[in-house]
């Protein structure tokens, strides 16, 4: 294990979100910060790379100073000699992801290492994810099975240790938060697609249901394969959207009917295809972590089944990007590597 680095500077900026956090031995935050653009790219239906960039560039240097002067308020914003006290590496997000973002944050990285002389430590950030599930909880028993869900991965692992981690499965499309994300759109929502459905969801009420198609379930026939497709979903909303529409029936309450059907196939579909990895690998335990899986319909069927496995769900507030689980990342499984050969990787994969 990799405890050389006691308390690691991580940095996070692979998308919307410009994050930093301070991480003591992989398992406790000491200061974290996150500012996140998401709201502005709601007009365009999606993240514009070119305004997400801009704003990584604005909040880059507030988000690292803003945790460093936490973790040492007298020292009177003298950051360099902060870093040189207390910082024992820095890590930092190397993709997947969006070129433009990932740059702000890894040239960012590589100045701090490059003037600090302290150790640059790389990250693949879908894989990062799991490591939410290292902060404050108890430790893993091993072999696990681990499912990470965001906006642009829905990646399933076996997890003999932290350092041991194998990819067995993924989706062949579309991700289960871009699902979330381009139905929500379809629906009449603009922002934050995921939070939208899950609002939307819970206010479906039995009585006033009008009768719609009973969404597909894809891939759950083909049990042996640990592979997801989501694309099928938004084509078959926008039937009933149209369908609901001709008849003058697309209203408050069939919208939320729709939510209430997109979140239980897509949950559906995760976890029938997590627990099965889980048996198929003979599993002690189960690891949610990613974006989708702060989705408390998601959290609540997973727990209710009674596996007999153990799960790991982080808080929501480490679900979604942030740097803490990068700095955790770091901790247990990251190798440092010289600032001069750390670039940014945006198609870097996530099939380990
Ligand atoms: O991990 P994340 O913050 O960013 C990426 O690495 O992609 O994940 C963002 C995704 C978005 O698709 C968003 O809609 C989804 O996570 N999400 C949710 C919820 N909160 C965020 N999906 C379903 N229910 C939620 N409560
Ligand atoms: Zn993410």
Redesign the pocket.
Known sequence: MNSKFSTILAIES??D?TAAAIIRDGRKILHSSVASSTLLHAKYGGIVPEIAAREQLMYIIPVITEVLRNLDPDANQNYKTIIANTIDAIAVTQGP?LIGSLLVGIETAKTLSFITKKPLIPVN??IA?MFANFINQDPIQYPAVSLV?????TELYLMKSAEDIHWIGGTLDD????A??KT?RLLGFEN????A??ESASKATSHQMVKIAKLPRPMLDNNNIFNFSFSGLKTAILREVNTLKNANQFNEHTINQLAYEV?ESITDVLIRKTLHAAETHNAQSILLS???S???R?REKLISKNSGYTIHIPP?NL???NAAYIGSYAYFRGTPTDWGDVTAIPDLSVEV
């Open positions: 692979s998308c979100e992801g950030h879908v994810h869900v965001s906006g642009g991965h991700a289960a938060g871009e979330f994300d929500a934050r697609g995921g939070v459905i899950q979140q990613g974006g989708v702060a989705n408390l998601l929501v679900c979604t990007d």
